[in-house]
């Protein structure tokens, strides 16, 4: 990551220039990797993912810009696959196998269209801010760790989540350690993200606790209810998560990092979620994960 910084030529305010000109740069030096200010950003990014697996950078990109990347989300959401789909937390079937008010046996409606990376021009902010050095440095900062990597698959990499009137995702557990996101468009009422904090952990699926949520027990369910222009980091893996119904409209852009290179979802997972597969999924090792947890 150092010797790719020291490559890429310094950042300017300007909207356009290799995905950082959306940042609101005055409140988030992303560009200035050794100011003083975004230390402390990043120290309480820390103490968030630390607490609870969840960390919200609040209005991360500049207010000049809300509209038109909502616009964005808006006209590229016209190519989004929208599905509704039943299935357990852990993204399958049910499984006879289980008592019927196992986790591994409730199943939950989720309803939402996503974008995937193909079909996001090159030359989009979302593609741009992806892909720049200073961006991906940040968020690993943030993450504790020295590099993050973007996702080799052709679809997962940079996603938008498109959320209309009455959609909602079911509890869930995601694939991948965390996940980054970014609000474009905000629900007129509803869409709030529910989350457990770290409710299972390499090893150990905590059955009894993921089953106690799902029967109704909200001692340990947080709500985070984003604004337009906020950046998350989330520990979706580990954190069972939800987003309610939504009355009006709600889109994010997920942006797919992992902690080392070469992640190509599943075909089986890619191919549920989004209705295709490439190549590059067919090809892949669906084994990825060594942690001992369901996906």
């Not at 984003?226 to 980091?233: R, T």
Request: glycine share 8%; proline share 6%; with cysteine.
């Amino acid at each position: 990551m150092r010797e790719e910084l020291r490559n890429q030529p310094a950042e300017h305010h300007m909207p356009g220039h290799n995905g950082l000109g959306i940042v609101d740069l005055n409140r988030y030096s992303v560009d200035k990797p050794r100011h003083p200010d975004l230390s402390s950003i990043i120290s309480g990014a820390r103490a968030g993912l630390q607490r609870d697996g969840c960390a919200r950078l609040s209005g991360f990109i500049h207010p000049s810009h809300h509209e038109a990347l909502a616009r964005e989300t808006r006209d590229l959401a016209k190519h989004a696959l929208f599905s509704t789909e039943q299935y357990t937390p852990y993204g399958q079937p049910p499984d006879e196998s289980f008592p019927a008010d196992h986790p591994r046996r409730r199943v939950h409606r989720t309803s939402s269209g996503n974008v995937t990376c193909d079909l996001i021009p090159a030359d989009s902010p979302f593609q741009q801010l992806y892909r720049n050095n200073y961006f991906k440095q940040f968020i690993a900062a943030c993450l504790e760790t020295e590099i993050i990597y973007e996702f080799a698959d052709p679809m997962r990499a940079l996603t938008i989540n498109a959320m209309p009137h009455g959609t909602y995702l079911g509890w869930h557990f995601d694939a991948n350690d965390f996940i980054v996101s970014l609000m474009t468009r905000r629900a007129d009422a509803g869409g709030t993200f529910n989350y457990c904090p770290a409710i299972r952990a390499p090893g150990n699926e905590n059955y009894e606790a993921v089953q106690s949520v799902l029967d109704g027990d909200r001692e340990h369910v947080k709500n985070l209810d984003l604004e337009v222009g906020d950046l998350q980091i989330f520990k979706g893996r580990y954190a069972m998560h939800q987003v309610t119904p939504v009355t009006g409209e709600r889109q994010t852009v997920l942006f797919g990092y992992a902690h080392e290179p070469g992640f190509i979802g599943s075909a089986a997972s890619t191919l549920r979620v989004y209705g295709r597969v490439m190549q590059a999924h067919i090809d892949a090792d669906d084994a990825r994960h060594t942690d001992g947890l369901e996906d």
